[in-house]
């Protein structure tokens, strides 16, 4: 049995939810969400306690049950406390600003790069070197934060370059000298 499927998710105060079928809307104090979720899955709704179940143990439905809960358990998280990823800019010279609500980046190319927030994501600079990517979705944030890294990935030599916080970039050894005969 999924042990995560089975975890019934708790709905704090101010959270409305409603299940129509497969599709799941979560409305909250920071916003709404709204997800097309796995068929199969039979969600319910009960003393602001929604659980999730599975029609057989197939494999399949036991991969869909335990990912069908966690989707709907990080709407509820989204649309009370938001989610956030923070990225580090390293190398000499590399900085981060905020234009309007745009994100402009110098990271070593002869222009600076612009890098425009998807909808419901807003970027947040703190220093020149660290940007917080915040919104409601999960999945928005994680990808706003990777199109964010896109723009110089960490290289491998001088570990210059867009990280996520706390990641680990491996180093490798420069070219060494040639051998004098």
Do not use: C
Request: overall charge positive.
């Amino acid at each position: 049995m999924s042990r995560v499927g089975k975890m019934p998710i708790a709905i704090p105060g101010g959270v409305e939810v409603r299940i129509e079928g497969a599709r799941v809307t979560v409305k909250g104090p920071k916003g709404e969400l709204t997800r097309e979720l796995n068929t199969e899955m039979k969600l319910s709704l009960t003393d602001g306690v929604v659980t999730v179940e599975r029609p057989t143990d197939r494999p399949r439905h036991r991969a869909a049950h335990g990912l069908t809960r966690t989707l709907i358990y990080n709407m509820v998280v989204g649309v009370t406390e938001g989610f956030g990823k923070a990225l580090e800019l390293q190398g000499v010279g590399y900085r981060a600003q905020m234009q309007g609500s745009s994100l402009v980046l110098a990271v070593g190319y002869s222009k600076p790069v612009e890098v425009a927030p998807p909808p419901g994501i807003e970027f947040e600079v703190e220093g020149t070197s660290r940007v917080i990517v915040k919104g409601i979705s999960k999945e928005a944030v994680g990808q706003a934060a990777a199109d964010v890294r896109k723009v110089r990935p960490p290289e491998p030599y001088k570990g210059k370059g867009i990280r996520y916080q706390g990641e680990y970039v491996r180093r490798k050894a420069g070219k060494a000298g040639k051998a004098m005969h």
